[in-house]
């Protein structure tokens, strides 16, 4: 029988660590959004709100370019974001972070050898000794076209 899923209050009252750090990714999320609002359209796409650590917010670019218009615009868009935001801000920390995707560079083409290559690896396999580099070479084998 199946067991039922526990509900998400029942799991904050055993973990309050759990509900303050929800608590605050909410935060972070509706801040990030009136953040973005409240930038010039060239900037957000580009900029995201990353923390709030007391009267200093912090920004992730995604180049250095947007970085340095951010750091030149920061004396303005503190008051700006002051105003919108209803918090007081008094200084903005840019870092840039390159947008990055660990699964962005895979294709979804494996990579295939033509039958040759496949056959001259097989062959170099078939003369080494049993261990890692001839099982990497057979693995290599078996990638022929077909």
């Not at 509706?30 to 007391?54: E, R, T, V, Y």
């Not at 920004?59 to 868009?77: G, K, M």
């Not at 920390?93 to 295939?112: D, L, M």
Request: charged letters at 20%; one cysteine or more; a positive charge.
């Amino acid at each position: 029988m199946a067991k039922r899923p526990t509900q998400i209050s029942n799991v904050y009252q055993k973990h309050a660590a759990l509900y303050k750090m929800t608590q605050r990714a909410q935060l972070l999320e509706q801040l990030n959004h009136a953040f973005q609002q409240s930038l010039p359209a060239q900037f957000s796409a580009h900029c995201k709100l990353a923390n709030i650590n007391g009267s200093t917010l912090i920004i992730h670019t995604d180049n250095a370019s947007y970085s340095s218009l951010i750091r030149f615009q920061a004396p303005v868009l503190c008051r700006t974001l002051s105003q919108e935001l209803s918090i007081d801000i008094n200084t903005i920390e840019v870092k840039v972070r390159p947008n990055y995707s660990p699964f962005e560079n895979q294709s979804s083409n494996p990579i295939s050898l033509p039958s040759s290559a496949s056959k001259a690896l097989k062959q170099t396999a078939d003369t080494m000794e049993e261990g890692p580099l001839k099982a990497a070479l057979e693995r290599l084998a078996k990638r022929q076209k077909l």
